[in-house]
């Protein structure tokens, strides 16, 4: 998920790790300038990364998984 300032990404990791998931929070750059990426696990497989989402999904956040 990413977000447009710092302060949106802090408030999403807090909801986020209020519901029990881990998070991270990293700078990077973007065609729209620097933003701020909220990232949930790591998972011990995508199953449990797909599950992860669906729940997220349901809290109205919108994610994808990556492989890193």
Known sequence: M???NEANAKELRAKLASE???TLIE???SE?????KVMVG?????DE???ALR???RMGILGIVESR
């Open 55 to 57: 729940k997220i999904g």
């Open 2 to 4: 990413v977000c447009s």
């Open 32 to 36: 729209k300038g620097m933003q701020t």
């Open 20 to 22: 029990g998931f881990k």
């Open 42 to 46: 790591p998972f011990p497989s995508r």
């Open 27 to 29: 700078p990077m750059k």
């Open 49 to 51: 990364a797909d599950k």
